[in-house]
Nanobody
Framework: QVHLVESGGGLVQAGVSLRLSCAAS????????MGWIRQAPGKEREFVAGINWSGDRTYYADSVKGRFTISRDNTKGTVYLQMNSLKPEDTAVYHC?????????????????????WGQGTQVTVSS
């Protein structure tokens, strides 16, 4: 059983940066492709970014491409999401996800049953 814990969220002004972290315990992080999925109040979930097992392939939603960077450190069991030039529309709860199937990441799915594990999420609020 893998336990994912996100951190690094907060209330910031537009234009600044935040780095989210997702710490995994109870399993081997390198066994999973990892993703970040966000959900804003009243909106559907949105796939944000994903990364393969080794970290040499990354995937981004168009809405964050060029501003966000996903990375991982398997030795530390941690996945990161560097978020630059934040916008008010980035406001959401950001969840870290883990899947043994890279397909889920490649197709940008947000369906719960496509991922083996979800974190509880960390709130990011961007004010204008």
């Amino acid at each position: 059983q893998v336990h994912l814990v996100e951190s690094g969220g907060g209330l910031v002004q537009a234009g600044v940066s935040l780095r989210l972290s997702c710490a995994a315990s109870g399993g081997t992080l390198s066994s999973y492709a990892m993703g970040w999925i966000r959900q804003a109040p009243g909106k559907e979930r949105e796939f944000v970014a994903g990364i393969n097992w080794s970290g040499d392939r990354t995937y981004y939603a168009d809405s964050v491409k060029g501003r966000f960077t996903i990375s991982r450190d398997n030795t530390k069991g941690t996945v990161y999401l560097q978020m630059n030039s934040l916008k008010p529309e980035d406001t959401a709860v950001y969840h870290c996800t883990a899947t043994r199937s890279l397909h889920a990441i490649v197709v940008f799915t947000t369906r719960s049953n496509e991922y083996d594990y979800w974190g509880q999420g960390t709130q990011v609020t961007v004010s204008s």
